[in-house]
């Protein structure tokens, strides 16, 4: 599911950037008032697309939840895991269609849009979080706790949460991207820092600011609470750091070539990984053997 989910959210942003959000119409759960439309351009076949899409992933959320149900009993920690899971599957779709039924697509800069689009990833960044869970507890792990994991429990929520951030002004950051295309890396800096540029442009100038700082800041929290972890804890924090690495690398290839489309997308896709390594190295980090290392060694 986690896969699946990061495809959807792929498509997406893939919608968005290519402004495919109006290629169906302002109508939903149709097509261009039609349930299976015969395509008449490529932004209405992106945005079909990615609604069958959303759609395959709300039927495979149902599974799920029938599945556990029925092999493993509805109070099974992966029986509510998913459960939840699918409630922020079904608030996605609702974000999804209130873009469209609001016309908050194409060329729209409203306040109602600069408002919903980092709701939506920041429900995105849930719905990745619960499906980790139901990952988690589905393989079997060890059983975690990050409210009882002390200091290191709340060190890792800062953590999370400043990833929740970079992510939610990026996605301010990407709207900008697709409203306002920049002709030249210079022209773009020149707009930004205008005393009448709009405020997306003026987000736009935060985010890799935020990006630099919060992404240090992660690091620095994976080097303080290396001690006391396990080695395979530990060797989840240098994964996280090299995707760190690699985000950097792909976000300076993004602004040098002008926000191309490709990019955009394959710059979410490493957010995503991002936040699902991290997720599971915050479970790992917290697991109850670990979580009383805590009160026996210092961190």
């Not at 729209?108 to 979080?129: E, K, Y």
């Not at 936040?275 to 009160?295: G, H």
């Amino acid at each position: 599911m986690l896969t699946a989910v990061v495809v959807v959210v792929s498509s997406g942003a893939l919608v968005r950037a290519t402004n495919s959000g109006a290629g169906c119409g302002e109508s939903w759960p149709r097509c261009d008032q039609q349930l299976f439309p015969i395509p008449d351009s490529i932004e209405q076949l992106i945005e079909f697309t990615h609604r069958m899409l959303t759609s395959g992933l709300v039927i495979g959320g149902i599974a799920l939840i029938v599945l556990s149900y029925v092999q493993l009993g509805k109070s099974h920690p992966v029986t509510r895991a998913a459960v939840i899971a699918f409630g922020f599957l079904l608030f996605e779709s609702v974000l999804g269609a209130a873009l469209v039924l609001f016309g908050w697509v194409e060329q729209d800069a409203s306040i109602g849009r600069l408002v919903a689009v980092p709701i939506h990833l920041m429900n995105t960044f849930a719905l990745i979080a619960a499906y980790a869970l139901v990952a988690w507890r589905a393989a079997g792990r060890a059983d975690f706790s990050i409210s009882n994991a002390g200091h290191r429990g709340r060190v890792l929520v800062v953590g999370a949460g400043i990833l929740v951030l970079i992510a939610a002004i990026g996605s301010l950051n990407a709207l900008a991207d697709t409203l306002f295309p920049a002709e030249s890396i210079v022209s773009a800096i020149t707009e930004e820092f205008g005393s009448t540029a709009p405020i997306l442009l003026k987000i736009r100038v935060l985010h890799p600011i935020v990006a630099i700082g919060g992404s240090i800041g992660i690091v620095f929290i994976i080097r303080y609470l290396d001690v006391g972890m396990s080695r395979s804890t530990r060797k989840r924090g240098w994964m996280i750091m090299g995707i760190i690495g690699l985000q950097f690398v792909v976000g300076l290839v993004n602004i040098a070539l002008l926000t191309p489309v490709e990019i955009q997308v394959f710059h979410l896709v490493i957010a995503d990984l991002l936040w699902i390594a991290y997720l599971f190295y915050m479970f790992a980090a917290t697991t109850r053997r670990v979580a009383d290392n805590v009160i026996e060694v210092p961190v």
